[in-house]
């Protein structure tokens, strides 16, 4: 069964497998979840190509901060769901907190 996530939508297996690739945000952090194709040594396998940034700019425009691949199943789709998770919790741990703003602001 596929689950949903409170962050993260997801399109279902379906989509990818059609060959659509899928962009979306959450809270400053960007992604592209893009089917693709990967050789490997016992022919090619079908995968999700992953890719984040941070910010409020397009792909185009920005810094690509970590690439990921999945196999390209339900299985892999959780894979992605759960990458994003980190990847967003990644981003938080890089911010300031409120009290070093303020710290910076009266020279601290």
């Known amino acids: 069964m596929l689950r949903e996530h409170h962050r993260f939508f ?4 379906l ?3 059609n060959g659509n690739t ?6 400053g ?3 592209r979840i893009k089917p693709t194709q990967k050789e490997t040594e016992n022919g090619t396998e079908d995968i999700f190509a992953c890719l984040d940034w941070y910010g409020e700019y397009c792909l185009e ?6 690439e990921a691949e999945f196999p390209l199943t339900a299985e892999g789709r959780e894979q992605v769901i759960d990458w994003l998770e980190q990847e967003y919790f990644a981003m938080k741990a890089l911010e300031p907190k409120a ?3 303020e710290d910076a602001e009266n020279g601290i």
């Open 10 to 13: 997801l399109p279902n297996l």
């Open 15 to 17: 989509t990818f497998t």
């Open 22 to 27: 899928h962009l979306g945000s959450f809270l």
């Open 29 to 31: 952090l960007r992604y």
């Open 61 to 66: 425009e920005s810094e690509v901060v970590h």
């Open 99 to 101: 009290d070093d703003e």
